[in-house]
Each structure stands twice: as C-alpha cells, then as structure tokens.
C-alpha cells in the first residue's frame, strides 16, 4: 500500500546523556543514557508513523554501523525505507546531546557525515501523486525542491520545518505551503523585536500558512491576514529533545487528515508536550488514542 506521507531530509544517531545536576567543566556523572534514530525529517517521520500514518523516508546515510541503525530503527517504527539511498563508504551523521535537567538546557555536539552523495536522478518523485502530505527540512534542498514543485502541481500540501533561511532555502520556502519557523530563526530574519512582526517578515517569503513554534509558549501562525494562537500544554519534563521534529511530524499527520489549522496546531501541540515525558526525541512519541485521551483531558 502506497504511503499516505513522505518525509524527506535528514537522519542521525542520537547519543544522549541525562543529567540530574548541573553540567559543569569537562567531566561529571550522568544518570541515563539511549542510543536511538534522530534528525529532523526522520523524527517526524517516526512521529507520524506512530500516530498511525503510513509514511515513507526519504535521506541519504552511509553504508556504516550508523546507516544500518538508522535503517533499524526506521524498520522497528513501520517506517518505509525503499526510498532511502545508501552511500557506499559513507559515513553517516551523529548527533552527541546532553541534557540538563536542573537547567533544562540542552548541548550538542554534531557530525554532518561524510560521503553522502545522494541522487536526485534516483528519487521515484511519481511516488507524491499518492501521497496526502509531505514534509521536508531543508537538509537536503535539491531533493525536497524537486518534491515540493511535484506537489504543488498535484496539490499536494507541503510543511516545512525551517531552522535557518539560507538563499539555497528561498525558492524551497517559496514552494511550502506551511512553513514552520523556530522562534530563533524567525527572529534572525524578522528583526522586528516582536514575535507578529517577524512573523509577518518570514510570511513576506511565501507559504499559505507561515507559522513560528515558541517552545513552551506555543505557536503563533498567518493565515489570509490574521494572526492565531495555541498556547503549550504543561507537562512534567524530562527532556525536550526532538520536540520540533515531532511537532512538524504531528502537524504533518493532520494535513494528510484535512484538519484545519487551529485543530492541527492543537494536536502537534499535544504530541509535542507528550514526547517530553522521556528521554530521546522519539522515547515518549504517543499513539493516536494517547494524544486524543490527552486532549479530551484537558478539553
């Protein structure tokens, strides 16, 4: 069966380290530690799939230990990996993150990978004609162009999830319908010292529905002129790594659903709290029916 989503762009191994007292100088304790799968598009695409999507990746990692764990931990989420190039002699990217919990900050340390020659020619682009939704995340710009241009021809939505607005990004922004903006990167471009007023700069950009995510203030969003709002839901937190990704993930699911944006933004909102239960980006992911329970809770 052909995958309702597709999520394009990058992979990684996360190592993550929790610690229950400050993170000082160059040496000290930690009370946990996970090895998982990582990375913007495929956390997301993990999410989804978790939510109950039928989702495919699309990304380029080595022919090393890091790939094939990668690929594992894709396989273990019902994720469908066919689309995924490996580079032979490739070294995959790896993520190194330590988390603070007295301070709640979080450090990282991060290789890019080496060898990851992926293939535009090689990409099944008539794949997107079946698909409801896709998301890309600018780590592999030529790629998720070439995607983004197939489904605004087909009408297809496309969510982007925008860390940085490098000139490679500009015409990959323009071809998104629902640009999804970090506080920090709306406001390098925006400038304006207000949250509407970059959001109205990164809107200038293109996109239907441009969008800025406020960490544990929520989201603010443009949608035919007028400015919309979702507060955060409060949770006890042990780590809020992958919070983004899983948002974008979850927002993602609810376009392939037809939910408008404020239903949408509430949801993503609610998986997002949920993920931060435990430690890793995809840990705490919740199911469909946890996320509704959730939700119903707090109606």
């Not at 913007?40 to 890091?66: H, I, N, Q, Y």
């Not at 009408?155 to 490098?166: H, I, T």
């Not at 408008?260 to 931060?276: I, P, Q």
Request: one cysteine or more; proline letters at 3%.
């Amino acid at each position: 069966m052909a995958a309702e989503l597709i999520s394009i762009g990058l992979a990684v191994v996360d190592h993550l380290w929790l610690c229950d007292e400050p993170v000082v100088g160059t040496f000290g304790p930690a009370s946990d530690y996970l090895v998982q799968g990582g990375g913007l598009a495929a956390t997301a695409a993990v999410a989804m799939a978790r939510l109950g999507g039928r989702v495919e990746m699309w990304t380029v990692v080595g022919s090393d230990e890091a790939g094939r764990f990668i690929l594992d931990q894709f396989q273990r989420e019902g994720v469908d990996t066919s689309q995924v190039q490996v580079c032979p002699d490739g070294r995959s990217p790896v993520c190194a993150v330590t988390v603070d919990r007295t301070e709640g900050e979080r450090y990282f340390r991060y290789f890019r990978g080496r060898g990851l020659d992926g293939s535009v020619e090689a990409l099944d682009l008539g794949r997107i004609a079946s698909a409801k939704a896709i998301l890309v995340d600018g780590w592999w710009p030529e790629a998720q162009l070439l995607a983004a241009r197939r489904a605004r021809e087909l009408g297809v939505p496309v969510c982007g999830d925008y860390e940085g607005l490098s000139d490679t990004f500009l015409d990959l922004v323009r071809h998104t319908d629902y640009p999804i903006y970090s506080a920090e990167c709306a406001a390098r471009h925006g400038g304006t010292g207000d949250i509407e007023g970059d959001l109205r700069k990164v809107a200038d950009l293109g996109g239907r529905v441009p969008m800025i995510t406020l960490g544990d203030q929520g989201c603010i969003w443009l949608e035919d002129g007028e400015v919309g709002r979702c507060p955060a839901f409060a949770v006890d937190v042990v780590d809020t790594t992958g919070c983004g990704d899983v948002f974008h993930g979850a927002f993602t699911f609810g376009l392939a659903r037809g939910w408008d944006v404020a239903r949408n933004a509430r949801f993503a909102s609610a998986v997002a709290a949920l993920k931060c239960r435990a430690l890793g980006g995809r840990t705490g992911i919740p199911t469909c029916d946890e996320v509704e329970a959730f939700l119903a809770e707090r109606a």
